[in-house]
């Protein structure tokens, strides 16, 4: 990535890249540090520079990954979805919505065409308004589908691509940097969240701090603008992820405000390149020299304007994406995260030596550990054992700082036990401390996800393994005249890692509206209705967005329940009367349900039998009746509303 700033002049060295170590400037500020030794540098590696060259191999590579992973997902964009037909079809929709909100409602942009007739029924669950301009391209359920498909295909890629150039800015090589990458796109918890596309998008968080770090220690604008800018599309795809990176961007400010009040913390000055950051002494310093006592302004005056308007950026979008769930929280009582919910995504110990059914090499292997935890795709935190290996390794790597290397270790630890929720120990904590005390944590229903960070953290530790392991096998294999062996080593070891996290990922056939649907005069009700099926009619809705009383949504509410019951008989007088009440004018009944892969069946499909109520009369209900295919369509009339207590 080309930044505009020169960079510090190369010293040459003794030794070639070969071995995936860093070139010859980063080299020598590694050298020149005065603690180098077994327990690591006394300060950081220089900025490294990164040429157009490397960016677009690692992108190349990113996207080459996400795509053997998943495959023969991108051969079938417009039919097929992965991993199954349960949330990502209503994602699907969720994109789709934001896109035609954008430019017909954006001033409602909340006021999705679901859950009629609630309003902000986006709120219901997460929003993925950052995904939102690509629904600007293209209409329709097809459309839809080809676009999930490729942000999801985006998502693994941006994981790799973020965590790669965060591991090459904290001082590792090229191979080091591709292993981090791979490891935090392709750890095994990953997997399991492959239905979730809120939570494995997560690469904004690595490129954010990337950005964030480079532009810092440079003194660049435009790298800082841009990593504000990048957080606050990250915390703009929901509150799952942002809130915890909201966080930790408040942690590593105190940590960086504590180093500056010791005066081991110095920005650059405007132009001054590539200069040392945290820990590091000036770039004239001689070998051994101590960092300088005297402090200047936290932030420089040229960085000022940029860092606050950044920070406002992220505040202005995170007010504005939790005005409406505030709302929702306050309308609906059943929208409140209970303890006993959480209890419900929580788990003890076991999690860690747990597994998905999906990953091909410890699911079998942690089947036993994984039967003891509650959720079997919440509660999954077994980090892969290669990558334990390699992180393992990387507590010993000394091209990164001792304290860094505390640090990685102090996140992993925090975020797993975070991670368990309410199940450590009777009392529920340490979670418990911020579900009490912290702002938005109140909010949160599945602690697990607080591990995505954890698996980022493990990552750059098992890339810092990786290098030391490349680089020790280095002067060995340069004796014998094996110089491709450390890159081949490095490789290996990065394949590896995706092949010990990537699972098996179905791939099932979206069904699609029968033509005789589209079209119809709303609000629509297609039946049998369910919770799982309702997904589908969610994702149905997006060709012309028509307005439907059901969806998909991580509470339950009252009216939707009521409606759901009561057309269990339908069509009879009582259904009728209640589908009027709630103003519905059409009703689409489905003689062919699809098997939804991935979903346990249907919960309660009402009514139970499409064949049986496609075959009752409508005689006296005041509605007429029409076969088309598999699908009978019922336009309501005037008549009788049932009586409800308002």
């Not at 896109?99 to 669950?125: C, E, K, M, R, T």
């Not at 590091?280 to 200047?296: N, Y």
């Not at 809705?541 to 009383?549: L, N, Q």
Request: contains cysteine; proline residues 8%; glycine residues 12%.
């Amino acid at each position: 990535m080309s930044t505009g700033v020169p960079s510090p002049p190369r010293t040459p060295t003794g030794s070639p890249d070969t071995a995936g170590a860093e070139p010859p400037a980063h080299e020598d500020a590694l050298t020149r540090s005065a603690g180098r030794s077994a327990a690591g540098p006394a300060r950081w590696a220089r900025s490294p520079a990164l040429g157009r060259a490397e960016v677009l191999w690692v992108v190349v590579a990113g996207i080459a990954l996400a795509v053997i992973t998943t495959w023969p997902l991108v051969l079938h964009m417009p039919s097929r979805i992965a991993p199954d037909l349960g949330d990502p079809v209503r994602t699907a929709w969720e994109v789709a919505w934001v896109g035609h909100a954008i430019l017909h409602q954006p001033l409602h942009l909340f006021n999705a065409n679901v859950f009629y007739p609630h309003q902000l029924s986006l709120a219901f669950s997460d929003s993925l308004l950052g995904y939102g301009p690509a629904g600007l391209f293209g209409s329709g359920t097809v459309a839809a589908l080809v676009r999930y498909n490729l942000l999801f295909l985006f998502a693994w890629s941006l994981c790799f691509v973020g965590a790669y150039l965060l591991a090459r800015e904290l001082g590792l090589g090229r191979l080091g940097a591709s292993a981090a990458g791979a490891a935090f796109a392709y750890a095994p918890y990953r997997v399991t969240e492959a239905g979730h596309l809120h939570v494995i998008s997560s690469g904004g968080i690595p490129l954010a701090l990337f950005l964030l770090l480079r532009g810092y220690r440079r003194g660049s604008h435009g790298l800082v603008l841009a990593g504000w800018l990048v957080a606050a599309w990250q915390v703009s795809l929901g509150f799952t992820l942002g809130l915890q990176f909201c966080y930790l961007l408040a942690v590593l400010a105190v940590i960086a405000a504590v180093y500056w009040w010791r005066g081991a913390l110095r920005i650059p000055a405007r132009g001054a390149g590539a200069n040392p950051g945290v820990g590091e002494g000036r770039p004239d310093d001689p070998p051994g020299a101590s960092a300088p006592a005297a402090r200047g302004p936290l932030i420089p005056r040229h960085l000022l304007a940029v860092t606050l308007a950044g920070i406002a950026i992220v505040g202005v979008i995170g007010v504005y994406e939790s005005l409406p769930y505030l709302k929702i929280a306050h309308d609906y009582p059943t929208a409140k995260r209970t303890l006993k919910e959480v209890r419900n995504y929580s788990s003890g110990p076991a999690a860690w030596l747990s597994a998905s059914s999906e990953n091909r090499v410890w699911g079998g292997l942690t089947s036993g550990m994984r039967a003891k935890v509650h959720s079997k795709n919440e509660s999954v935190f077994f980090p892969g054992g290669l990558i334990l290996l390699l992180a393992a390794i990387g507590l010993a790597a000394p091209m990164l700082t001792r304290r860094l290397r505390l640090g990685l270790v102090l996140g992993v630890l925090t975020c797993s036990l975070l991670a368990l929720g309410l199940g450590l120990g009777g009392a529920g904590y340490p979670f418990r401390l911020l579900h009490d005390y912290a702002p938005g944590w109140d909010g949160v229903r599945v602690p697990g996800r607080v591990f995505t960070l954890g698996t980022l953290f493990y990552a750059l530790l098992a890339g810092a393994g990786v290098q030391l392991v490349v680089g020790r096998v280095a002067p060995w294999a340069k004796r014998r005249s094996l110089d491709a062996l450390p890159a081949l080593l490095g490789v290996a070891l990065a394949v590896g890692i995706v092949g010990e996290g990537a699972g098996h990922l179905a791939h099932p056939v979206v069904p699609q509206p029968a033509r005789a649907e589209i079209g119809l005069a709303g609000p629509v009700m297609d039946l049998p209705t369910d919770g799982p099926a309702d997904r589908l009619w969610q994702y149905f809705s997006t060709d012309g967005f028509y307005k439907i009383p059901q969806g998909n949504s991580t509470f339950d509410i009252y009216s939707v329940d009521d409606l759901r019951g009561g057309v269990d008989g339908f069509p009879d007088k009582a259904s009728v009367e209640k589908l009027r009440y709630y103003g519905i004018k059409t009703v689409v009944l489905h003689l062919r349900m699809p098997r939804l892969p991935g979903v346990v069946g249907y919960a309660h499909a009402e009514p139970p039998n499409a064949a049986a109520a496609a075959a009752k009369p409508v005689a006296g209900l005041g509605m007429t009746r029409r076969q088309v295919g598999s699908v009978v369509i019922y336009e309501i009339g005037p008549g009788p509303k049932a009586l409800h207590p308002r």
